[in-house]
């Protein structure tokens, strides 16, 4: 073997039988495989060296014995970027030992020369002993024909509890959609999917029967499209098909638009999902929050989802509630309570460093538990001003939240040192 500039290893020529037979002492200790194909390999070897994908080929002449290239893997994750004939590739490596498998494919194929996709499905489908609980494929350009084929294959799955289908976009989205969502496995607890419509009604009717078929699900993630600027999700009415199962504890959207909740809202969302614990609204391609909140809203998420560990949102800081640490109002019964919050996500939320202070005593008010941490757009890269509130009001908040163990007074009123 060797490896390329990528950091690949890639295989050199025809191994012997005796690689093989060693390859094989070392397969059974495999449980997770990941591949990716690349459109080229810089190597100075790209002319003999041959990727993982071709281990089928050069098998195949070798008659071992009919088994598993990996006995006991758990999970794989096999992603095509140049050559969709890489698709199929992965059958030999199937195992009734499998239990989580990923697709991400990043090139497409015309739905009616569609030949190694169809052969993917069909190889799955005829795989023995294959018993799945994670199953999620990506691929631009999903038609009906492989719906088929991918419905054939998930009627065989009978433990799945994890599905995910993402195709921007689909082909002939209305016959697919009706298709697919109607013939889910009805025993899944999370799912992944885009849906694409032309309008509230369409919208509405999808939602509907996506919750419908599955009464079991706690996790929901969904790209919402709208083909038309007509309409898109706005507002609380926008949420009404999604409400029908009081029993899901994540909901994550992907949506076009900004969408704005007042009081009432957040509590008539906690009353009908009261077991919410991630409540995730994202604007497509930029993930930036999508719901845009008013600072003193949080206290009415506080309220109306006690569980909330998870929350994402643009949050006005112009108007920011008084507050006070004396005493932890926080204890109080009665009081806003966010104990549970692990990640709070302002996105690009605005905040001036003359309200740092006032920021991270309300949130302070809120109960928040020590293990919060503030996510916001440009953190990782810790760009300059543009992040230097938010980062302030995290490293105060951490201070002001810190049990005092020396007895003393904490001054809450002075900023984190930069």
């Given at each position: 073997m060797v490896k390329t500039d990528e950091g690949r290893w890639n295989f050199m020529g025809q191994p012997s039988r005796q690689d093989w037979e060693r390859f094989q002492a070392y397969a059974t200790r495999v449980r997770r495989l990941d591949f990716k194909d690349f459109g080229k390999h810089t190597s100075k070897y790209r002319n003999r060296s041959l990727p993982l994908a071709e281990i089928p080929t050069l098998i195949a002449a070798k008659d071992l014995e009919d088994e598993p290239l990996l006995p006991n893997v758990k999970a794989i994750t096999w992603s095509v970027v140049a050559d969709i004939a890489n698709l199929p590739r992965i059958l030999p490596f199937i195992s009734p030992s499998l239990k989580s498998l990923a697709f991400d494919v990043y090139t497409s194929e015309f739905e009616e020369d569609g030949d190694p996709t169809r052969q993917l499905f069909d190889g799955l489908t005829a795989s023995p002993g294959l018993d799945l609980e994670s199953f999620n494929f990506e691929k631009p350009e999903i038609g009906a024909e492989i719906v088929k084929r991918l419905l054939s294959f998930l009627e065989r799955q009978p433990k799945l509890k994890v599905f995910g289908l993402s195709s921007d976009p689909y082909l002939e989205p209305r016959t697919v959609q009706s298709m697919l969502f109607s013939q889910l496995p009805t025993g899944l607890r999370e799912l992944s999917a885009d849906v694409e419509f032309h309008d509230e009604s369409e919208y509405t009717a999808l939602i509907q029967t996506i919750l419908k078929r599955l009464p079991d699900l706690r996790v929901l993630k969904l790209v919402l499209t709208s083909h038309h600027d007509s309409w898109n999700l706005s507002d609380f009415k926008s949420f009404s098909p999604l409400l029908q199962n009081p029993n899901l504890e994540e909901m994550t959207l992907y949506v076009s638009g900004d969408i704005h909740l007042d009081t009432r809202d957040i509590y008539?969302?906690?009353?009908?999902?009261?077991?919410?614990?991630?409540?995730?609204?994202?604007?497509?391609?930029?993930?930036?929050?999508?719901?845009?909140?008013?600072?003193?809203?949080?206290?009415?998420?506080?309220?109306?989802?006690?569980?909330?560990?998870?929350?994402?949102?643009?949050?006005?800081?112009?108007?920011?509630?008084?507050?006070s640490i004396e005493g932890d109002k926080s204890a109080e019964p009665d009081a806003p309570n966010l104990s549970n919050l692990r990640i709070l996500n302002v996105g690009a939320s605005s905040l001036s460093q003359d309200d740092v202070t006032r920021?991270?005593?309300?949130?302070?008010?809120?109960?928040?538990?020590?293990?919060?941490?503030?996510?916001?757009?440009?953190?990782?890269?810790?760009?300059?001003?543009?992040?230097?509130?938010?980062?302030?009001?995290?490293?105060?908040?951490?201070?002001?939240?810190?049990?005092?163990?020396?007895?003393?007074?904490?001054?809450?009123?002075?900023?984190?040192?930069?």
């Open positions: 008539a969302l906690g009353k009908a999902l009261p077991l919410m614990t991630q409540f995730d609204l994202r604007l497509h391609y930029s993930s930036l929050p999508a719901l845009k909140i008013q600072a003193s809203s949080l206290m009415d998420f506080a309220k109306a989802f006690p569980n909330l560990r998870v929350l994402t949102t643009d949050i006005s800081c112009t108007d920011i509630p008084l507050a920021m991270a005593k309300f949130l302070a008010m809120l109960g928040p538990g020590p293990l919060l941490e503030i996510e916001y757009d440009g953190k990782k890269k810790d760009s300059g001003d543009s992040v230097r509130p938010w980062r302030d009001v995290e490293a105060m908040l951490k201070l002001i939240r810190r049990p005092n163990l020396g007895g003393g007074t904490l001054n809450a009123d002075r900023t984190p040192s930069r």
